[in-house]
């Protein structure tokens, strides 16, 4: 069910056109075209409707630009780099098993599966405490 609706009757009139009427005014905005790709994989990999994968995911991005947007106003260029760099570190935190880089190296070191889930949450927290953490001095250093 969604929104007191059946999912199939949901997806059926995002599929005649709707979602394309609502939508289209987004679409051309640059950072939903460059979620479009990401949403494709995601619904390929979890085995779901595009339309089921594709609205939580906007949500998430919409509400997240509305946060931070009044944030980062004021802003010079390399704060906003700081920002962004302290958002992609500790953003990694108990990432697992959907990271590439966990698979690579269980391969690349032999670790058994357990090992790997060791290594990659102490190495994953470091990053994720470290470079948050390395961002802030600079910002202090460069103010």
């Keep these: 069910m969604t929104a007191g609706l059946p999912l199939d009757s949901t ?3 995002f599929s005649k056109g709707a979602g394309a009427i609502l939508g289209l005014p ?5 950072g939903l075209v460059m979620m479009v790709p990401i949403i494709f994989v995601m619904a390929r990999r979890s ?3 595009i339309v089921r994968t594709a609205i939580p995911a906007l949500a998430g991005v919409t509400t997240s630009a509305g946060i ?3 944030v980062v ?4 260029a390399m704060h906003n780099s700081l920002l962004a760099l302290s958002i ?4 990694v935190c108990f990432c697992h098993v959907n990271d590439a880089g ?4 269980r391969e690349y070191f032999g670790l058994a599966l357990k090992q790997t889930v060791f290594v990659w ?23």
């Design 102 to 105: 966990f698979w690579m190296v």
């Design 73 to 76: 106003t004021g802003l010079s």
């Design 121 to 143: 949450s102490i190495l994953q927290t470091i990053v994720s405490v470290v470079g948050p953490a390395l961002t802030l001095v600079l910002w202090g250093v460069l103010i």
């Design 47 to 49: 085995n779901q409707p």
């Design 68 to 70: 931070v947007a009044p």
């Design 11 to 13: 997806t059926s009139a």
């Design 26 to 30: 987004l679409f051309f905005e640059v």
């Design 88 to 91: 992609g570190a500790g953003s």
